[in-house]
């Protein structure tokens, strides 16, 4: 089974802080993905990465960033948090040929 | 127009019925199609995926894909409880990323 973890389930940060998520797959999966989850809205793709070192923009890349100098670990960096990314995140994962999706449990980000 | 469409429901079936999930997408170069299933709290999860025209079945689930009318469903059949939760269809719509719908909520009755 494709296993992707989520470094916390649930994370309480201050307004300006600089906020690290990061995610893990053990299947050796090409592509990596960071989604945010707000209700109404669905799932909004933030970056998504298809190598090491390789990012792309997704739909909504404002106030983030990622890092990926591993295969396995996709991160997601808010610069500087505000209140708006509130949200749950979740991060995905896919091998070269294959378009089924597979998530980590997610992390819920509250920001004060 | 969002690309992905889908009722938010609820839908609401009693136990035993068939549920019928609908979404309609934009992108008419769309090749692959995916349902996940998501309980409140969790992470989503792949039930389904379908490429081509018609229905394919696995268990008590069905999709069918209607590519010239640009629509995509799923039925359950002989809903149980335990099937109550949100119901993500998503479409690839030409990147690596999937594109998807808002979800519809669906409550099976007991």
């Known amino acids: 089974d494709v296993k992707v973890t989520q470094s916390s389930r649930y994370l309480v940060k201050r307004t300006g802080e600089k906020v690290f998520l990061e995610c893990v797959q053990d299947?050796?999966?090409?592509?990596m993905f960071w989604y945010r989850q707000d209700p109404g809205l669905g799932l909004r793709l933030i970056y998504f990465?298809?190598?090491?070192?390789?990012?792309e923009k997704g739909d909504i890349p404002e106030g983030y960033s990622v890092s990926r100098e591993k295969k396995e670990r996709f991160s997601l960096i808010l610069e500087s948090a505000s209140t708006n990314q509130t949200s749950m995140y979740l991060c995905?994962?896919?091998?070269?040929?294959?378009?089924?999706?597979?998530f980590g449990p997610g992390t819920r980000l509250t920001v004060t | 127009q969002k690309e992905v469409e889908q009722n938010s429901g609820p839908l609401s079936v009693p136990e035993g019925a068939i549920a019928s999930l609908n979404c309609t997408y934009s992108?008419?170069?769309?090749?692959?199609f995916f349902w996940y299933r998501q309980y409140s709290g969790k992470s989503p999860e792949l039930i389904m995926f379908?490429?081509?025209?018609g229905d394919k079945e696995d268990g008590r689930f069905t999709a069918q894909l209607n590519k010239a009318s640009q629509y995509v469903s799923l039925l359950i059949r002989d809903s149980q409880p335990s099937d109550s939760a949100t119901y993500l269809c998503?479409?690839?719509?030409?990147?690596?990323?999937?594109?998807f719908g808002s979800g519809t909520r669906l409550q099976v009755q007991p």
């Open positions: 995905a994962s896919i091998s070269g040929d294959s378009y089924e999706q597979y």
């Open positions: 299947m050796d999966h090409e592509n």
């Open positions: 990465s298809y190598d090491v070192k390789m990012k």
């Open positions: 992108d008419r170069g769309s090749q692959s």
């Open positions: 379908i490429y081509s025209n």
């Open positions: 998503a479409v690839n719509t030409g990147r690596r990323a999937l594109t």
